[in-house]
């Protein structure tokens, strides 16, 4: 067990490394001089000296990447020249709303892909489960923003019934957050719903094909109890861990979906740093999301372990 | 080896006419390779079918309902929705066809050369494959695009470069399953080149399940492009481009919801016909099943 997690924490060690690395060197693409360009419309020298002195830009690579890295380690993920302010601090203030809404994605993906694979598997080659296939195809299809924007034109242009945008933090009212984050949360959750239908329709295949659940089934249980208590909670230990692997999509969706919604959230703040060519606001993003993907899936693989008898002896 | 021989059995048909056959069988994988054909089609004859230039603004033509002559409708600047979805088609093909040859360009290699010779070469390889996949694939596209600076180009690199590792780990699994089989065996033995082994006997036999996931990264690859183009880190305006419209569209979608619905039924359709065409591939192409 010991042995186990420190080899799987060891393995994250190089991993961790090679995305700093790859994010450091993200700064090697910019053409012309680093500091002009850092600086923008503020090209007098002084500034123009003072990002030099900063980032270190008269060190060679492996110099800057140091001092870089040593900073992140500190918890610096360097300052917003656009802002003025730490990026730690930007992060940290726009990752709440982010999380909500990929919480909210999450919960919505699971209340309906689960019970679409359930469906689909148990009641396998027929129209239930051509027609759960078909909605989890138009799923993986649609462009999200796409979809958050047909759903906007419904339910606010046309219905009247939700707002369009306009974020309201949960702490000040409620009911008016739910009301702003429910058609963007469906609109996330919507494509990882296709996939959780996929993965639970495999799963539940394979294990209604076991001994155990024809043992169930020949001593007389009923249906219900069979496909419940005896297949699905065997068959949702590999799906819900796969669900942690989705992280990455719901962060990727939760770009476009907040930029469609106008939500303030990471995504948001992102492109809005593209736009300014607040490229430290850029690299901490992404070194964030990478880092809590990384964990993610490692707390997947624990649990995973955990709860998977025959991998623990 | 064993294609060759089959091929000149005179009875026999060939795996990849089988695999073919097997293929036009599936009604979701012809329904995808028809509906991909039309678009290649209407991309190709752009300028026979399309307006001349379909940037031309025309003031008189604001935000114009569908009609006879503007079956789409037209947008902010008057310009006609269905010409800009014909030379957008453009757009979203070649990124998606573009970003993944450069995929496969880096990806394989790279596969092939991690599971042939393992080592150490594997582990900085697949280290660095890992380091990659941690970075959600959007938002590493979206993050290179912006220091390369946004353009159709720049973001068909992004888009590329992003897709990379799931073909590097997928060659160099099959790589490893392959090099242990017999067939390479006995090339080695009868003293082949590391070089010949690698691309005459293990290439071709790997092939299959990459280009099925070639096929269904092509989908992925035109909605990342939308989406960029959507985030203004794309096909910059004038030029057309279905994730551009639909930011364009946004702004008025109380006013003029045509906008909106067509660019993206376009997106929609294209990528759903290279998944069907990708699930129908990789259901031909896999024997097991049959």
Redesign the interface.
């Known amino acids: 067990m010991l042995a186990y997690l420190s080899r799987r924490l060891l393995f994250v060690v190089?991993?961790?490394?090679?995305?700093s690395?790859?994010?450091f060197t993200?700064?090697q693409?910019?053409?012309g001089d680093p500091a002009q360009v850092m600086a923008g419309e503020d090209q007098r020298p002084e500034v123009i000296e003072y990002l030099r002195a900063k980032y270190h830009l008269d060190q060679p690579f492996p110099i800057r990447y140091l001092y870089w890295i040593g900073g992140v380690l500190q918890g610096d993920l360097g300052e917003s020249i656009r802002i003025g302010r730490p990026v730690r601090d930007l992060v940290l203030e726009k990752l709440p709303v982010t999380a909500q809404l990929a919480v909210m994605a999450f919960l919505i993906a699971l209340l309906i892909g689960i019970p679409a694979g359930i469906v689909s598997a148990v009641k396998n080659n027929t129209v239930w489960d051509y027609a759960a296939n078909a909605v989890a195809?138009?799923g993986?299809?649609?462009?999200n923003?796409?979809l958050g924007?047909?759903l906007?034109?419904l339910f606010?242009?046309e219905l009247g019934w939700l707002p369009?945008s306009g974020y309201v933090p949960p702490g000040e009212d409620l009911a008016a957050n739910l009301e702003a984050m429910i058609l963007p949360a469906f609109v996330l959750g919507n494509a990882i719903a296709a996939v959780m239908m996929r993965h639970t329709r495999s799963a539940m295949i394979q294990v209604l094909g076991q001994d155990y659940v024809r043992t169930a089934r020949a001593k007389g249980l009923g249906e219900r109890v069979v496909i419940v208590k005896h297949a699905l909670r065997n068959a949702l230990v590999p799906v819900v861990t796969l669900g942690a692997l989705e992280f990455?999509?719901l962060?990727?969706?939760a770009?476009?979906t907040e930029?469609?919604f106008t939500i303030p959230g990471f995504g948001k703040l992102?492109?809005d740093?593209?736009?300014n060519r607040d490229?430290a606001v850029?690299?901490g993003?992404?070194l964030f999301?990478?880092?809590a993907?990384?964990t993610l899936?490692l707390l997947a693989d624990i649990a995973y372990f955990l709860v998977n008898p025959r991998l623990r002896s | 080896m064993a294609v060759a021989v089959l091929d000149t059995l005179p009875a026999e048909k060939s795996p990849a006419r089988r695999a073919l056959g097997r293929l036009l069988r599936r009604k979701g994988a012809v329904f995808g390779l028809v509906v991909v054909a039309i678009f290649v089609a209407v991309a190709l004859a752009a300028p026979l079918i399309g307006p001349a230039d379909p940037s031309a603004t025309n003031w008189s033509l604001i935000r114009k309902p569908p009609s006879w002559e503007h079956p789409f409708g037209t947008d902010e600047l008057g310009r006609d929705v269905l010409g800009r979805i014909i030379w957008g088609a453009r757009a979203s093909l070649l990124a998606g066809v573009v970003s993944v040859s450069i995929s496969l360009a880096l990806g394989m290699p790279l596969g092939l050369l991690a599971g042939y010779v393992g080592g150490w070469v594997d582990g900085l390889i697949s280290?660095?494959v890992?380091?990659?996949l941690?970075?959600?694939?959007?938002?590493?596209a979206?993050?290179?695009?912006?220091?390369?600076?946004p353009s159709l180009t720049n973001a068909m690199i992004a888009i590329g470069v992003s897709a990379t590792p799931v073909f590097v780990r997928l060659t160099r699994a099959q790589v490893l399953n392959a090099k242990v089989e017999d067939y390479v065996e006995a090339a080695r033995a009868v003293g082949n080149p590391h070089w010949r082994i690698v691309l005459r006997h293990i290439l071709p036999n790997v092939l299959a399940p990459i280009m099925v996931q070639a096929t269904l990264a092509i989908?992925a690859a035109i909605?990342a492009e939308?989406?960029l183009s959507?985030?203004?880190?794309g096909q910059q305006p004038p030029e057309p481009s279905w994730g551009s419209m639909?930011d364009s569209?946004?702004r008025f979608?109380?006013q003029a919801?045509w906008m909106?619905?067509w660019?993206?039924a376009s997106?929609?359709l294209v990528?759903?016909a290279f998944?069907?065409l990708g699930d129908g591939l990789r259901d031909a192409l896999d024997p097991r099943q049959h």
């Open positions: 190089p991993t961790l490394f090679f995305v690395l790859l994010i993200l700064q693409l910019l053409p195809l138009w993986l299809s649609t462009p923003f796409w924007i047909l906007i034109l606010s242009v369009a990455g999509q962060l990727s969706g770009v476009l930029q469609v992102i492109v740093a593209v736009f490229y850029v690299q993003v992404v999301t990478a880092t993907y990384i899936n | 280290r660095v890992d380091g990659m941690a970075c959600p694939f959007l938002i590493l979206i993050a290179l695009a912006a220091f390369l600076g989908a909605i939308a989406s959507f985030l203004g880190l639909l569209a946004r979608l109380s919801p909106a619905i660019p993206g997106i929609f990528v759903l998944n069907l």
